[in-house]
């Protein structure tokens, strides 16, 4: 072995071995005294160890494979035994032989081959049958490391066990009982350190020998045996318990023969002979039966003590199973017959047959033979699957269809009873029906597979029930493997449509439970998924979606492959959306699997796609679904959802704090209200309904625990049977018996709610009956947990339901309510409620009426003992339970009425005697505790609620005092006094909205305050975000009070909020001093001050030492652990933070973002600390340090920063914390690099700006100081934008003026130095300093306009340069292009022809190349190019002509190269110029229109086909032509869309011009046959949004950009039935039944539309403006608009708007409630009187005193009633106030008349005010018989809406905000109105014959500037009384003001024609 120092370790080994074979193969013993073979003998003991492990400590766990000792060793003991003859080596050689080959054992890694093992078992017993015990021994420890061997060997140990214990049973019956004695103590050995088969033989060999009759045997068995408990650690049952289906049998049969046995193994046990028989029954009965022994069964029976038929009847199941088993030919029939035989000898009158018997416990033994379809001996298996074939032949059931196929029949007796069996096997595996061993159990749970195999696909019926045991045994280590054994058997059996369902979960159980896995199971696991997406995956169709991603699994990348290729054409929106739908599932692995999918999609995702999700002034709708799907996540009530929480927080960090008012919340509610207390058997059927649907179904499918599933079966199966639902509904009965009010139910459920609980048609789950003790009341206090309490009150509840319907369907919800889940019981607790209060039983009433008060006054309770997360919950509840009633209340007064009116006694009368109950609860609920405990558990809303109705109950109550006055000075006096009671109250409604965020209602509050209190303007200034005055105010209040902690916390915040941190810092230290034990309250501000000032060492001591653990505190943390650069410490801080930061989401509720907004922004704060760590770290000191990779990512994460910032909520006291924290962030990466110093340098220039934009100079100022010290470039702009916003201009741009000079930028030079300049800095700077250069000349130019010093050459000359700085920059070329249109409007109109033509070609021009290059200005730009263009066209003259010439070849470049969608936008003007009568414009026209049609023609046809409809022959002839061009044009469907909409615009205007003489309803296919054969159809329904062009949120991607919806619903159907409305044009009322399946309703009508289509136009217009302001957007402020097509000029369809009412029957009925009647001859009276009075002011008094007085304002009323829930009502009453607001400008401005309370509506889903009819517009309801003299309906109704301020706060602000930014865009408006002048409405044309007659020279123009003329004005802020009255120009807080005294004033209102009824 010279070489063996170049050999590896197991060479060695191996080379090692081969050496002593060698030497002992061909030669004998050389020494054979026994010395030498002893000492020979322990060497080779050692060589193992020195070989596999050197010098170290032995151990079994080799570190060197395929090394086999074995063999060798038995070569060599073989050698030595024989060495002199056996018989002559002593005892003590020959065990030290079987010592070493022992050892050999340990180490073997080699395989071990069936020869060889059998040697090895013959050469070990010859050793246990050796005459010296010593070596018997011996032998037998040899024979232990055998078994440990074989047990390693994980393939086929088990047949290999057999065959040891088998040697080892034929030595104990070796008749040496030395050998025997030996042999058990070996067998005792292997014992301890055996599992599963071995330790089952092992066992089952001591048990028989400890019956033997010898006393040695005996006893050295038992001792073996209790050996065996205590090495085990279990009891002696537990330990034989597995194993005794072999033990009991064998002792019982030998019952007679040796009954000491069985006494002596019971007395093991512990237990008597007698409990042990009777324990072991089971076991027993059915092999004595299968084996005919009788004297035993009757031993058996004697000793129980009882006959043995009554035995069978026990375990009837058992003794069947097995006997329907039996293989052998006739056996079964045989012990069946004796089975009979004893039974029948027990009662021979009343004979049973087998039948009979199986009656008795079908389903229990159908589970016992299934359960053997797991076992792993195949021929059990197939004994199992014979039983059952056996057993159906058997058994007659009335139910089964006879069939001569007995595999049919087995199939078919096997569906009828599977929900039992597998209800059986759970059961079993939750050992309900007694212990398990984990072998028994994953016996069962293979059987899943194996019964699966035998049902076939009809296994689907019950895949929810396998589906829940599979996912909650396959985390469960020691059962994974079988569980995913049957999981892809399962899987495979079912047909490839129910394959579906299951994806999901299987998939996210595998993913998420991957590394625990064997590697069989992986295996198991793999099969699975590879034939999910492998095989079936083209057939998953939309479930797809559902498979979680296999790509973090190498094992899966097959799979992975497939699943991607499967998913290539999925968009990243599908993708996205498809993850949202799987984190909202109720499956909580599936969620949570989703979740981990969701963080990655948005970390490594499309980046692109996710930053325009959340770009501009509007968000993409899926945000609305985004952040629902994550707040279900964080608020899932499930104590095993942590996980899912923290991915929860993860992910809303990623997203990002998203400005909430820039997207709409999706919210689902699924609330019943059950009006006739289960007296009605309809809607109880609907309740059940709603129980199955929206809250069984999916708990019951995606539950894992099978311990709560059963539950859920019962209380579903329970709801079904008392739908009636039966089996014949599923085609297993009769179907032509169920009723078809039975079958519309069932057809009205979803076929996913079919496929579940179908199966559940047929189950018997019954309920647990345990004894029941009612609770005493109250409750609350009793129980220590929310949990606890809403479970038990909800549970006695349901135990008080009265009546029949009611009783049967809350009682299936006992066992779920009672042990399970919370969110069920909290659903059910409202109905059980209002059901108990309805019912009328006093005692339960007051019992509930103490529950809601305890638990309200708990609130408030200064000694409340019960936790914050008990209390908070249970008011929730509570408010939850009260909203319900006031439902139910709202319900039932409007079913009282409607009942009236229809003269229903009834239903009338029952509701009318429940009524008062309900109402006593809810009235008896003291409003000042409810104010209380909603503000104290923070729910603001409600208690705003309830003080306004205070308030307004007192105000009511003033006016009637007022009224019994006797005189003026008297009600002065009561006026008075009222106002100064409400003091108080008008202060707490101040602080109300100050917590709910609503500046605006706190402004509207203050008005109402006589004198404010120093809190008062605390509060207004801190909601206005005026930081500096709320920072005086806390000055002033600390002068007074020093020793206050709230006034230190204001000051503290105001000094945060503003940026003083050095201040703050100096503040803390200074309060802290004196009052130490406030550092608990000042710890968060005091950590924060210190980071920002960089004192790391203070920050740690406090984070150390701090007790109370705020915000700041975690977010510390995260910093100290990024300074450490601990990786580990980081990943550990983040996620600490992340759970904390992120609770109060958890505690606000799903629809709580807004008031959760600072978690959300902590979040965003705490992810962008991550990654900055994992970027900055990168960039070394230094510009060399940073390479280019780094410095690829580096710019990557300041886009990625620059975005989110953008998506954030655009207030300084927001944005300043995100980039103070950044700043932190970088500053504490060491780096001085420039790249670092200049993103500080940025982030501080930022910071100025939002500080200067919320009106905090110092703070602004401030931050340009910093910025400059970071040698920012161009911080000069904000310092001069600074200058200029405190207004003073001049300075502004002398500043500007002189930091352009030092920056390099030369005011004087010529434009050819400027031209070669700009070229060398094009070389040496980016586009992004470029544009920042071309900014700062449009700055100086806009401040040199402002100082009005220059002239307007100068001003041209500086908008020039930005536009040569950066041409191809949109933003340069509008604000050149509005400069010179600015200045043509400025001109006089005799220059406007000359120098004005000009100016238009530059405008045009610099138009155009805005157009070109981008879309933001697209609004502003493109109208105006159009009407300079055309309206030039039709002008004449030389001069003109030649301009035009230029513009017109300009608009030509621009259609061919913009895309078509830009043109759109304006679409509209472009048809209404199509009758121009210049030909070269015309043929540009022409072809933008036909391109625009080309492009998109499901849009365009709509209101292009009209024009060919036109009156206009000239412009139905020019459409007609381009039309008939298009016809040829493939491209879109084009050419046949053209001959649909052509046919379906016709049959619509035959539709809308029919005359109807009454109003029947029509036929459509009697009247308008034609168009119902048009349908369905590709043309899209004309819905405004769908007929509306979007604009994208960035110019980039502008060639990409879908400007309408692709999935815009077409036409599917027209339902036959038209209803007839009543008004005067009789319009035709259309229902659409759309693609998307929503139905749709228009009016057909015979009128000239165009003008309320363009109004939509317009206002779809304001609506984007709206959006684009961030005061506007933060209010909300729209106009809801709905589509209107004109289809030419005397008819065309108007959209229905859905959930609508109008104002006037609102206040009729509240009117009528309160017994005032709608007219009355004294209210005629007074209007007669009022018109006959000259005087105003006398006529105004009338008006209050006659009519206001007896017709009292209330409005209010329906808000209350129609919103109940505070929240929802809050909202709405904002909604309403602001969209009146909003509709009242706009009215103003456009002349809207006829504003009558049916021409308003209100939108009952969200308090809307809807406009319609818009026929009066541009003034003419001022030239009514009876002039319309106010601006808009402001009367006391409409005010009353508002809420107790009035007009003030909420109204007026947004008034002021919409004429803002109406003034603002004046001249994008008028540009939008400009279609009329070209395409004149009717009334206009004949306006002009009229005028016409007497002045020839009067044209269009004229007749429109007459109605556009005043538009304009306004829009300049011109206010006229009248039109004809002279103006004034107003600002714009000012013209608010004077329009609301206008449309208020009682004597114009007096004035109004009485049907507009201005006292409504």
């Given at each position: 072995?010279?070489?063996?120092?170049?050999?590896?370790?197991?060479?060695?080994?191996?080379?090692?071995?081969?050496?002593?074979?060698?030497?002992?193969?061909?030669?004998?013993?050389?020494?054979?005294?026994?010395?030498?073979?002893?000492?020979?003998?322990?060497?080779?003991?050692?060589?193992?160890?020195?070989?596999?492990?050197?010098?170290?400590?032995?151990?079994?766990?080799?570190?060197?494979?395929?090394?086999?000792?074995?063999?060798?060793?038995?070569?060599?003991?073989?050698?030595?035994?024989?060495?002199?003859?056996?018989?002559?080596?002593?005892?003590?050689?020959?065990?030290?032989?079987?010592?070493?080959?022992?050892?050999?054992?340990?180490?073997?890694?080699?395989?071990?081959?069936?020869?060889?093992?059998?040697?090895?078992?013959?050469?070990?017993?010859?050793?246990?049958?050796?005459?010296?015990?010593?070596?018997?021994?011996?032998?037998?420890?040899?024979?232990?490391?055998?078994?440990?061997?074989?047990?390693?060997?994980?393939?086929?140990?088990?047949?290999?066990?057999?065959?040891?214990?088998?040697?080892?049973?034929?030595?104990?019956?070796?008749?040496?009982?030395?050998?025997r004695e030996t042999t058990v103590i070996t067998v005792g050995l292997i014992g301890k350190v055996s599992i599963g088969v071995a330790l089952q033989e092992t066992v089952c060999a001591l048990v028989s020998q400890a019956c033997e009759n010898n006393p040695i045997i005996k006893g050295s068995a038992v001792l073996q045996l209790h050996a065996l408990v205590k090495r085990h650690g279990k009891t002696a049952y537990s330990l034989t318990a597995p194993y005794m289906h072999r033990i009991a049998p064998y002792l019982i049969r030998r019952l007679r023969s040796h009954p000491q046995g069985v006494h002596e193994f019971s007395r093991f046990l512990s237990v008597t002979q007698q409990e042990f028989i009777k324990l072991t029954l089971q076991h027993t009965l059915p092999r004595l039966y299968a084996d005919g022994d009788l004297r035993a069964i009757e031993a058996v029976a004697s000793d129980i003590g009882c006959h043995a038929a009554m035995l069978i009847l026990d375990q009837a199941h058992h003794i069947l199973a097995h006997a329907f088993m039996l293989q052998g030919i006739g056996h079964t029939n045989k012990t069946i017959n004796l089975i009979l035989h004893v039974l029948n000898s027990a009662n021979p009158r009343s004979p049973v047959g087998i039948s009979t018997l199986l009656d008795t416990?079908?389903?229990?033994?159908?589970?016992?033979?299934?359960?053997?379809l797991g076992d792993e001996d195949a021929d059990i298996v197939e004994a199992a699957s014979q039983g059952l074939r056996k057993v159906a032949r058997a058994y007659k059931s009335p139910r089964s269809q006879p069939s001569n196929d007995p595999d049919e029949q087995c199939l078919a007796f096997l569906k009828e009873h599977m929900l039992g069996i597998i209800s059986n096997l759970n059961d079993m595996l939750q050992e309900i029906r007694g212990k398990r061993s984990v072998d028994s159990k994953r016996q069962i749970l293979r059987s899943f597979g194996g019964f699966a195999r035998q049902i076939g696909p009809a296994i689907a019926n019950v895949a929810p029930q396998i589906m829940a045991t599979l996912q909650t045994m396959v985390v469960i280590p020691q059962f994974s493997d079988a569980a995913l054994q049957s999981w892809h058997t399962f899987l495979a059996t079912l047909e490839p449509g129910d394959i579906g369902p299951n994806v999901g979960p299987t998939s996210a159980s595998f993913v998420a439970s991957w590394s625990l896995f064997s590697e069989r199971g992986r295996q198991a696991a793999k099969q699975c998924l590879d034939y999910m997406v492998i095989i079936r995956g083209e057939e998953l169709g939309s479930h797809l979606a559902e498979v979680a991603d296999l790509g973090t699994i190498p094992e899966l990348a097959e799979s992975n492959a497939v699943l991607a290729q499967l998913r290539s054409t999925w968009t990243p929106q599908h993708r996205l959306t498809s993850l949202l739908q799987r984190l909202e599932s109720e499956s909580l692995v599936v969620a949570t699997q989703a979740g981990v999918e969701l963080k990655a999609f948005l970390l490594e995702g499309d980046q692109e796609y996710i930053r325009s999700l959340t770009f501009g002034d509007v968000f993409d709708p899926l945000v609305g679904h985004i952040i629902p799907a994550l707040y279900y996540a964080a608020c899932r009530d499930d104590e095993r959802a942590e996980a899912l929480r923290d991915l929860?927080?993860?992910?809303?960090?990623?997203?990002?704090?998203?400005?909430?008012?820039?997207?709409?919340?999706?919210?689902?509610?699924?609330?019943?209200?059950?009006?006739?207390?289960?007296?009605?058997?309809?809607?109880?059927?609907?309740?059940?309904?709603?129980?199955?649907?929206?809250?069984?179904?999916?708990?019951?499918?995606?539950?894992?625990?099978?311990?709560?599933?059963?539950?859920?079966?019962?209380?579903?199966?329970?709801?079904?049977?008392?739908?009636?639902?039966?089996?014949?509904?599923?085609?297993?009965?009769?179907?032509?018996?169920?009723?078809?009010?039975?079958?519309?139910?069932?057809?009205?459920?979803?076929?996913?709610?079919?496929?579940?609980?179908?199966?559940?048609?047929?189950?018997?789950?019954?309920?647990?009956?345990?004894?029941?003790?009612?609770?005493?009341?109250?409750?609350?206090?009793?129980?220590?947990?929310?949990?606890?309490?809403?479970?038990?009150?909800?549970?006695?509840?349901?135990?008080?339901?009265?009546?029949?319907?009611?009783?049967?369907?809350?009682?299936?919800?006992?066992?779920?309510?009672?042990?399970?889940?919370?969110?069920?019981?909290?659903?059910?607790?409202?109905?059980?409620?209002?059901?108990?209060?309805?019912?009328?039983?006093?005692?339960?009433?007051?019992?509930?009426?103490?529950?809601?008060?305890?638990?309200?006054?708990?609130?408030?309770?200064?000694?409340?003992?019960?936790?914050?997360?008990?209390?908070?919950?249970?008011?929730?509840?509570?408010?939850?339970?009260?909203?319900?009633?006031?439902?139910?209340?709202?319900?039932?007064?409007?079913?009282?009425?409607?009942?009236?009116?229809?003269?229903?006694?009834?239903?009338?009368?029952?509701?009318?005697?429940?009524?008062?109950?309900?109402?006593?609860?809810?009235?008896?609920?003291?409003?000042?505790?409810?104010?209380?405990?909603?503000?104290?558990?923070?729910?603001?809303?409600?208690?705003?609620?309830?003080?306004?109705?205070?308030?307004?109950?007192?105000?009511?109550?003033?006016?009637?005092?007022?009224?019994?006055?006797?005189?003026?000075?008297?009600?002065?006096?009561?006026?008075?006094?009222?106002?100064?009671?409400?003091?108080?109250?008008?202060?707490?409604?101040?602080?109300?909205?100050?917590?709910?965020?609503?500046?605006?209602?706190?402004?509207?509050?203050?008005?109402?305050?006589?004198?404010?209190?120093?809190?008062?303007?605390?509060?207004?200034?801190?909601s206005t975000g005026n930081w500096t005055s709320a920072q005086s105010c806390w000055e002033v209040q600390l002068q007074y009070e020093p020793d206050n902690l709230d006034y230190h916390l204001g000051l503290l915040r105001s000094l945060r909020n503003l940026g003083h941190y050095d201040t703050l810092r100096t503040h803390v230290m200074g309060v802290l001093t004196k009052h130490p034990d406030w550092s608990a309250h000042l710890v968060g501000y005091q950590v924060e001050s210190e980071w920002m000032v960089g004192h790391w060492d203070n920050v740690q001591t406090l984070v150390d030492q701090a007790e109370a653990r705020p915000a700041p505190i975690f977010l510390a943390q995260v910093l100290l652990a990024m300074r450490t650069g601990d990786e580990v410490r980081v990943k550990a801080s983040l996620s600490e933070a992340r759970r904390v930061l992120g609770a109060p989401i958890t505690a606000s509720g799903l629809n709580g973002y807004r008031r959760s907004y600072d978690a959300v922004v902590n979040l965003h704060l705490v992810h962008e600390l991550k990654i900055i760590n994992g970027?900055?770290?990168?960039?070394?000191?230094?510009?060399?340090?940073?390479?280019?990779?780094?410095?690829?990512?580096?710019?990557?994460?300041?886009?990625?920063?620059?975005?989110?910032?953008?998506?954030?909520?655009?207030?300084?006291?927001?944005?300043?914390?995100?980039?103070?924290?950044?700043?932190?962030?970088?500053?504490?990466?060491?780096?001085?690099?420039?790249?670092?110093?200049?993103?500080?340098?940025?982030?501080?220039?930022?910071?100025?700006?939002?500080?200067?934009?919320?009106?905090?100079?110092?703070?602004?100022?401030?931050?340009?100081?910093?910025?400059?010290?970071?040698?920012?470039?161009?911080?000069?702009?904000?310092?001069?934008?600074?200058?200029?916003?405190?207004?003073?201009?001049?300075?502004?741009?002398?500043?500007?003026?002189?930091?352009?000079?030092?920056?390099?930028?030369?005011?004087?030079?010529?434009?050819?130095?400027?031209?070669?300049?700009?070229?060398?800095?094009?070389?040496?700077?980016?586009?992004?300093?470029?544009?920042?250069?071309?900014?700062?000349?449009?700055?100086?130019?806009?401040?040199?306009?402002?100082?009005?010093?220059?002239?307007?050459?100068?001003?041209?000359?500086?908008?020039?340069?930005?536009?040569?700085?950066?041409?191809?920059?949109?933003?340069?070329?509008?604000?050149?292009?509005?400069?010179?249109?600015?200045?043509?409007?400025?001109?006089?109109?005799?220059?406007?022809?000359?120098?004005?033509?000009?100016?238009?070609?530059?405008?045009?021009?610099?138009?155009?190349?805005?157009?070109?290059?981008?879309?933001?200005?697209?609004?502003?730009?493109?109208?105006?190019?159009?009407?300079?263009?055309?309206?030039?066209?039709?002008?004449?003259?030389?001069?003109?002509?030649?301009?035009?010439?230029?513009?017109?070849?300009?608009?030509?470049?621009?259609?061919?190269?913009?895309?078509?969608?830009?043109?759109?936008?304006?679409?509209?003007?472009?048809?209404?110029?199509?009758?121009?009568?210049?030909?070269?414009?015309?043929?540009?026209?022409?072809?933008?229109?036909?391109?625009?049609?080309?492009?998109?023609?499901?849009?365009?046809?709509?209101?292009?086909?009209?024009?060919?409809?036109?009156?206009?022959?000239?412009?139905?002839?020019?459409?007609?032509?381009i039309l008939n061009a298009l016809r040829t044009c493939r491209r879109n469907n084009?050419?046949?869309?053209?001959?649909?909409?052509?046919?379906?615009?016709?049959?619509?205007?035959?539709?809308?011009?029919?005359?109807?003489?009454?109003?029947?309803?029509?036929?459509?296919?009697?009247?308008?046959?034609?168009?119902?054969?048009?349908?369905p159809s590709q043309v899209i329904i004309p819905l405004q949004e769908s007929l509306t062009a979007s604009v994208p949120p960035t110019s980039s991607s502008d060639a990409q950009h879908h400007p309408f919806p692709l999935n815009a619903p077409t036409f599917v159907r027209i339902h036959d039935e038209i209803e007839v409305m009543t008004s005067m044009a009789k319009p035709k009322k259309l229902t659409i039944q759309g693609s998307d399946g929503k139905i749709y309703t228009f009016l057909a009508k015979k009128d000239d539309l165009r003008k309320d289509s363009r109004l939509m136009d317009f206002n779809a217009i304001l609506n984007k403006l709206l959006k684009s302001d961030s005061d506007s957007r933060r209010r909300q402020l729209h106009i809801r608009t709905y589509g209107v097509v004109s289809l030419n000029e005397v008819a065309g369809l108007i959209q229905w708007v859905p959930n609508t009412i109008p104002i006037r029957p609102v206040i009729l009925k509240l009117y009528a409630r309160r017994g005032i009647p709608a007219w009355s001859p004294s209210l005629k009276e007074t209007v007669d009187k009022i018109k006959a009075e000259t005087d105003n002011v006398r006529a105004a008094k009338l008006f209050v005193d006659r009519i206001l007085g007896e017709y009292p304002p209330?409005?209010?009323?329906?808000?209350?009633?129609?919103?109940?829930?505070?929240?929802?009502?809050?909202?709405?009453?904002?909604?309403?106030?602001?969209?009146?607001?909003?509709?009242?400008?706009?009215?103003?401005?456009?002349?809207?008349?006829?504003?009558?309370?049916?021409?308003?509506?209100?939108?009952?889903?969200?308090?809307?005010?809807?406009?319609?009819?818009?026929?009066?517009?541009?003034?003419?309801?001022?030239?009514?018989?009876?002039?319309?003299?106010?601006?808009?309906?402001?009367?006391?109704?409409?005010?009353?809406?508002?809420?107790?301020?009035?007009?003030?706060?909420?109204?007026?602000?947004?008034?002021?905000?919409?004429?803002?930014?109406?003034?603002?865009?004046?001249?994008?408006?008028?540009?939008?109105?400009?279609?009329?002048?070209?395409?004149?409405?009717?009334?206009?044309?004949?306006?002009?014959?009229?005028?016409?007659?007497?002045?020839?020279?009067?044209?269009?123009?004229?007749?429109?500037?007459?109605?556009?003329?005043?538009?304009?004005?306004?829009?300049?802020?011109?206010?006229?009384?009248?039109?004809?009255?002279?103006?004034?120009?107003?600002?714009?807080?000012?013209?608010?003001?004077?329009?609301?005294?206008?449309?208020?004033?009682?004597?114009?209102?007096?004035?109004?024609?009485?049907g507009w009824a201005s006292y409504h």
């Open positions: 072995m010279d070489d063996d120092y170049s050999l590896s370790d197991i060479e060695f080994a191996c080379r090692s071995l081969a050496e002593v074979d060698s030497r002992f193969a061909q030669d004998p013993v050389w020494n054979s005294a026994p010395d030498a073979l002893q000492a020979l003998c322990r060497r080779l003991g050692e060589l193992p160890c020195l070989l596999m492990h050197g010098n170290q400590v032995c151990s079994s766990e080799s570190r060197l494979r395929a090394v086999g000792f074995v063999a060798v060793y038995l070569k060599v003991a073989f050698r030595i035994l024989e060495s002199d003859g056996s018989s002559k080596i002593p005892a003590n050689v020959r065990a030290e032989v079987y010592d070493a080959l022992g050892k050999s054992f340990i180490h073997h890694t080699s395989p071990v081959d069936d020869r060889m093992l059998e040697e090895l078992l013959g050469f070990i017993t010859r050793g246990m049958r050796d005459s010296f015990r010593t070596v018997r021994l011996a032998a037998g420890r040899t024979l232990v490391n055998v078994v440990k061997l074989v047990q390693s060997l994980t393939d086929r140990s088990a047949d290999l066990l057999v065959a040891i214990f088998q040697r080892v049973s034929a030595l104990f019956k070796h008749s040496d009982t030395r050998i416990c079908n389903v229990l033994l159908l589970t016992e033979i299934v359960v053997c929860a927080f993860d992910c809303i960090g990623i997203v990002g704090a998203i400005d909430p008012d820039r997207f709409e919340l999706r919210v689902n509610d699924h609330r019943m209200i059950m009006l006739s207390n289960f007296t009605d058997e309809t809607e109880s059927a609907l309740f059940a309904l709603h129980l199955i649907r929206d809250v069984l179904v999916g708990a019951f499918r995606s539950t894992s625990d099978i311990s709560y599933q059963p539950y859920l079966a019962y209380a579903i199966q329970q709801l079904l049977s008392f739908c009636q639902f039966t089996t014949a509904l599923v085609g297993t009965g009769r179907s032509n018996s169920v009723p078809i009010k039975v079958r519309n139910r069932w057809n009205s459920l979803p076929k996913d709610v079919h496929t579940t609980v179908a199966p559940l048609l047929a189950s018997q789950f019954t309920a647990d009956s345990t004894a029941y003790k009612p609770p005493a009341y109250p409750i609350y206090h009793s129980k220590t947990t929310y949990r606890e309490w809403v479970q038990t009150w909800t549970n006695d509840l349901i135990r008080k339901a009265s009546g029949d319907e009611a009783k049967k369907i809350f009682g299936a919800f006992i066992g779920i309510v009672r042990d399970n889940d919370v969110s069920i019981a909290r659903h059910l607790l409202p109905h059980l409620v209002l059901h108990i209060l309805s019912s009328g039983n006093p005692d339960h009433t007051e019992a509930i009426r103490t529950e809601l008060l305890v638990v309200l006054e708990d609130q408030v309770a200064p000694d409340s003992t019960s936790s914050p997360d008990k209390k908070l919950y249970s008011a929730q509840t509570v408010f939850m339970l009260l909203d319900h009633l006031n439902k139910w209340i709202l319900a039932a007064r409007q079913e009282v009425m409607k009942r009236q009116k229809s003269n229903n006694s009834i239903l009338d009368t029952d509701v009318s005697l429940r009524l008062p109950c309900v109402e006593s609860v809810v009235e008896v609920i003291d409003q000042g505790l409810m104010i209380k405990a909603a503000f104290q558990c923070k729910d603001y809303a409600r208690a705003l609620m309830n003080l306004e109705q205070q308030l307004t109950v007192q105000r009511l109550r003033d006016e009637e005092k007022k009224r019994e006055a006797p005189d003026d000075t008297s009600r002065r006096e009561i006026e008075a006094k009222s106002y100064q009671d409400h003091q108080d109250q008008y202060e707490r409604l101040h602080e109300l909205y100050s917590y709910l965020d609503e500046p605006d209602g706190m402004e509207g509050v203050s008005t109402l305050i006589l004198s404010p209190s120093l809190e008062h303007q605390i509060r207004e200034y801190e970027i900055v770290k990168e960039i070394r000191e230094g510009p060399s340090g940073a390479t280019q990779g780094s410095q690829k990512s580096f710019d990557k994460l300041l886009q990625h920063l620059s975005a989110r910032f953008d998506l954030t909520l655009p207030t300084f006291r927001i944005r300043e914390p995100i980039l103070n924290m950044r700043r932190t962030a970088f500053n504490l990466s060491g780096s001085h690099s420039g790249v670092v110093k200049d993103a500080i340098g940025k982030w501080w220039l930022t910071s100025s700006k939002i500080a200067r934009k919320a009106g905090h100079t110092q703070t602004a100022y401030s931050a340009i100081l910093q910025a400059q010290r970071c040698n920012t470039e161009f911080s000069f702009v904000e310092g001069a934008r600074l200058i200029r916003a405190r207004g003073d201009p001049l300075r502004a741009l002398q500043e500007l003026e002189k930091s352009m000079r030092l920056s390099g930028f030369s005011l004087g030079e010529t434009r050819d130095e400027r031209r070669d300049r700009d070229r060398a800095v094009d070389l040496a700077v980016g586009p992004d300093k470029l544009r920042t250069r071309a900014k700062v000349h449009i700055l100086r130019a806009r401040y040199m306009s402002d100082t009005e010093r220059f002239e307007d050459s100068r001003v041209f000359k500086e908008y020039k340069r930005a536009t040569e700085t950066l041409a191809k920059w949109e933003s340069a070329q509008f604000h050149l292009g509005q400069f010179q249109d600015d200045c043509f409007k400025a001109l006089p109109e005799n220059e406007k022809r000359t120098r004005g033509l000009r100016m238009n070609l530059q405008t045009a021009r610099s138009f155009t190349l805005a157009i070109k290059y981008g879309s933001k200005y697209i609004y502003q730009t493109l109208p105006r190019v159009l009407t300079i263009w055309l309206d030039l066209a039709e002008t004449d003259g030389t001069d003109v002509a030649t301009i035009f010439h230029k513009i017109n070849e300009d608009a030509r470049r621009l259609v061919r190269d913009v895309p078509v969608w830009k043109w759109y936008t304006a679409f509209p003007q472009v048809v209404s110029r199509i009758g121009i009568r210049n030909q070269a414009a015309y043929e540009v026209l022409a072809t933008l229109l036909q391109n625009a049609i080309q492009e998109y023609p499901k849009q365009a046809l709509w209101l292009f086909t009209a024009v060919a409809k036109s009156t206009s022959k000239q412009r139905s002839d020019r459409s007609k032509a084009v050419s046949s869309l053209i001959s649909t909409m052509t046919n379906m615009t016709t049959e619509l205007l035959k539709l809308s011009k029919l005359d109807v003489s009454d109003r029947k309803p029509l036929n459509l296919s009697r009247v308008c046959g034609d168009l119902q054969r048009l349908i209330v409005m209010h009323e329906w808000f209350i009633e129609t919103f109940p829930e505070p929240s929802v009502w809050l909202a709405s009453r904002t909604a309403y106030s602001r969209t009146s607001a909003v509709m009242s400008m706009v009215g103003y401005i456009l002349g809207l008349g006829d504003r009558h309370c049916e021409n308003i509506l209100l939108d009952t889903g969200c308090g809307d005010a809807i406009h319609v009819d818009f026929d009066c517009l541009f003034e003419k309801g001022q030239a009514l018989e009876t002039p319309e003299i106010v601006p808009f309906r402001l009367t006391q109704n409409i005010v009353d809406g508002f809420g107790v301020t009035g007009v003030e706060g909420v109204f007026r602000i947004a008034c002021e905000v919409t004429l803002r930014l109406l003034r603002e865009n004046k001249d994008c408006l008028m540009n939008v109105l400009d279609a009329f002048v070209h395409d004149p409405l009717v009334e206009w044309e004949d306006k002009l014959r009229r005028m016409s007659r007497g002045n020839k020279l009067v044209d269009m123009r004229t007749v429109s500037q007459d109605a556009l003329a005043p538009i304009e004005e306004k829009l300049r802020g011109i206010f006229k009384h009248f039109k004809s009255s002279p103006g004034k120009q107003l600002s714009v807080s000012n013209h608010v003001q004077s329009l609301i005294l206008q449309a208020s004033d009682n004597a114009n209102l007096a004035r109004m024609y009485i």
